[in-house]
């Protein structure tokens, strides 16, 4: 199985377009992998898969970490963005519009704000609509810290439960089963940063 690194560069070649579900489907055909096969790893169903990869649906938080799981990846290797990095910057800055974006289920969106594939930890830029959610628990390797910057969180850290406001923080062993919501009425935005980058 390729290294992450070499992974990156196989993305390269997607295309600075590239959208979430071209790059799955990419990947599972360079893994010989049939939608069957990802569905049945991923505990997902063939179908919604499909819709993933034609761009008919976008993938909640939890389906999109159990294919990457299934894939042998992390989430971050889905990270797509359209504008390049002069090469003074490149491994060092990231710029507010040249962030890589994923967009989940019902609008929640999660931009990268450090480099792709570089250093020891990976900080996420989130915002979650008002009543948007990751319904569905999940894990990933690593310790993760939120930090509301607006609106407010509910988060779920195994049977703990936690309500969240604007300057507010968490953290937690990402290896505990987790999930958040925007209980609000406005837009919140979270900053979270993940050490070592594992989502």
Same mark, same amino acid.
């Given at each position: ?5 070499g992974?990156?560069?196989? *993305? ?11 790059? &799955? ?15 049945e790893s *991923? ?5 919604? &898969? ?12 939890? *389906?999109? !970490? ?25 491994? @060092? ?30 900080? &996420? @830029? ?14 990933? *390797?690593?310790? =993760? !810290? =939120?930090? !509301?910057?607006? =609106?407010e ?18 953290? @937690?062993?990402? =290896? ?14 979270? !900053?979270?940063? &993940? ?5």
């Amino acid at each position: 199985m390729a290294s992450e690194m070499g992974l990156e560069a196989e *993305a390269a070649g997607v295309g600075e377009d590239a959208v979430l579900g071209e790059r &799955i489907r990419g990947l599972r055909k360079r893994r010989k992998m049939t939608l069957a096969q990802l569905a049945e790893s *991923a505990n997902l169903s063939t179908g919604y &898969i499909s819709q993933i990869e034609r761009k008919l649906a976008y993938p909640s938080i939890p *389906a999109l !970490v159990n294919i990457a799981k299934s894939l042998g990846v992390t989430v971050q290797w889905f990270f797509a963005g359209a504008s390049p990095v002069p090469q003074e910057e490149h491994g @060092y800055v990231v710029r507010q519009g040249n962030r890589l974006k994923i967009q989940y289920e019902h609008g929640i969106v999660d931009e990268l704000v450090t480099p792709k594939m570089s250093l020891q930890v990976e900080m &996420i @830029y989130t915002r979650l609509p008002p009543g948007t959610e990751s319904a569905e628990s999940y894990t990933h *390797a690593g310790d =993760g !810290v =939120g930090f !509301v910057i607006s =609106g407010e969180l509910e988060i779920w850290v195994g049977e703990r439960h936690f309500h969240l406001y604007e300057g507010d923080s968490c953290s @937690y062993s990402s =290896g505990e089963p987790h999930r958040y919501r925007n209980s609000g009425s406005r837009e919140t935005v979270v !900053v979270w940063a &993940i050490s070592p980058p594992s989502f």
